[in-house]
C-alpha cells in the first residue's frame, strides 16, 4: 500500500498534458550516469530502407564481450534479449535506458540488444515498429553480428515498448518472415483509448494520481497516431485484433497502482483464450516505471525472479 503522505506528492506531480520538447529534456536527465563507462557495448545499425536503425548490444560479463571481438568465437548458442524502450512513442532513447539494459543483461546472463526505433511526432505509426520489425528480421534470420539461434532470442519492452513488441509478433505472424518464440511485455499499452470511454477500470481507478495519468497517455495516443483510423489497426493497439492465436509465449508484468494494468492483463487473458502460453503476475504496490527504479528495489528483484524464471521455461 501506499501512505498518505506518499499519496500526496504523488497527486502533485500527477498533471495532464504531453509537452514533447519539456519531457525530452527531462528524459536526457537519466544520460548523466556515471556507471556507463562500466557498461560492456557496442553499436551497431540496421537499415530500414535508406533509414539506419540503431542498435545497442550490452554484454552480460567481460568474457562475452571479449569473445564478441574473437572471429573464432561462436555466438550461435548465447541468448539474446531484444529490448524496446519505452516513453509513449514520444520520448526516451537507448541511452536514456543503458541502465536498464545493462541491469538486463547482468541479471539474465543475456546479451541485451536495444532498439533506437524512430519517435512521434516527426515519425509517427508504424514507423517506429517498422524499425523494430527491421531490427528484430535481421535477428531472427541471421542477418546480424551476432549470430543467435531464432530459438535463444526473446522480445521483450516496457510500456510503450511493450506494445512494440506486441505489435511485432502480430505482424511477424502475419507476415510470415519470421517468428519470435517468447516476449515479456512490462506493464504493455494494448489499447487506443484513455478517456471517459475506456472500458478498462484501472484507467479510471488510477488515471489521475499515480504520475502516469490517462489525460498523458491520451496525449501520447494523439501524438503517435496519424489519424483515427491508425488508432484502430490492431498494430497499433493491439487488443483490438480479432486473431492472437499463433503468438510467443507470454510474460506479462503490470503495476498495481497503473492506468495501462486492467489492459495488459486483459490482453494477456484474450493471448491464452486464444491457446498461446501466457503467464500474468501483477506487481503490488507498483506504479508504472517502476522498472526504472535500482535493481535491489524489491519490485525489480521480483520482477527478475519472473523473468529469469520465464526464460528457463519455468512456470510460478
Known amino acids: 500500500m501506499i501512505n498518505q503522505a506518499a499519496k500526496r ?49 550490452f554484454f552480460p560479463n567481460e568474457k562475452c564481450f571479449q569473445e564478441s571481438n574473437d572471429k573464432t568465437s561462436d555466438s550461435r548458442d548465447k541468448k539474446l534479449l531484444l529490448f524496446i524502450h519505452g516513453g509513449g512513442w514520444v520520448t526516451e532513447s537507448i541511452d536514456n535506458y543503458e541502465r536498464i539494459c545493462a541491469r538486463l543483461a547482468d541479471a539474465t546472463g543475456q546479451y541485451v ?17 517498422e524499425d523494430c520489425y527491421v531490427v528484430a528480421k535481421a535477428l531472427y534470420t541471421g542477418k546480424f553480428v551476432l549470430n543467435v539461434k531464432p530459438e535463444n532470442i526473446t522480445l521483450i519492452g516496457d510500456s510503450a515498448g511493450g506494445n512494440l513488441c506486441a505489435a511485432l509478433s502480430l505482424m511477424a505472424r502475419d507476415r510470415g518472415e519470421f517468428m519470435p518464440k517468447r516476449q515479456i511485455l512490462i506493464y504493455p499499452a494494448t489499447y487506443n483509448d484513455y478517456t471517459e470511454k475506456s472500458p478498462f477500470p484501472s484507467v479510471k481507478e488510477n488515471g489521475t494520481d499515480y504520475l502516469l495519468t490517462a489525460g498523458k497517455m491520451q496525449d501520447y495516443i494523439d501524438l503517435y497516431a496519424k489519424n483515427e483510423e491508425d488508432k484502430q489497426n490492431p498494430y497499433f493497439a493491439p487488443y483490438l485484433a480479432k486473431d492472437v492465436s499463433h503468438q510467443p509465449d507470454t510474460l506479462i508484468l503490470t503495476s498495481e497502482f497503473d492506468p ?34 535500482g535493481i535491489k528495489h524489491l519490485y525489480v528483484q521480483e520482477s527478475f525472479t519472473y523473468i529469469n524464471a520465464f526464460l528457463k521455461g519455468e512456470a510460478l
Open 260 to 293: 495501462l494494468r486492467d489492459e495488459g492483463e486483459a490482453y494477456g487473458k484474450r493471448l491464452k483464450e486464444a491457446g498461446n502460453h501466457v503467464q500474468i503476475h501483477r506487481i503490488k504496490g507498483a506504479l508504472h516505471g517502476y522498472f526504472a527504479l
Open 113 to 129: 540488444a536495444a532498439v533506437e526505433y524512430r519517435l512521434a511526432p516527426e515519425d509517427k505509426f508504424p514507423s517506429g515498429l
Open 9 to 57: 506528492i504523488l497527486k502533485a506531480l500527477s498533471f495532464d498534458g504531453v509537452e514533447v520538447d519539456a519531457f525530452r529534456h527531462m528524459a536526457d536527465l537519466k544520460r548523466l550516469d556515471p556507471m556507463k563507462i562500466f557498461y560492456k557495448k557496442i553499436d551497431e545499425k540496421i537499415y530500414n530502407g535508406s533509414h539506419a536503425v540503431p542498435v545497442r548490444i
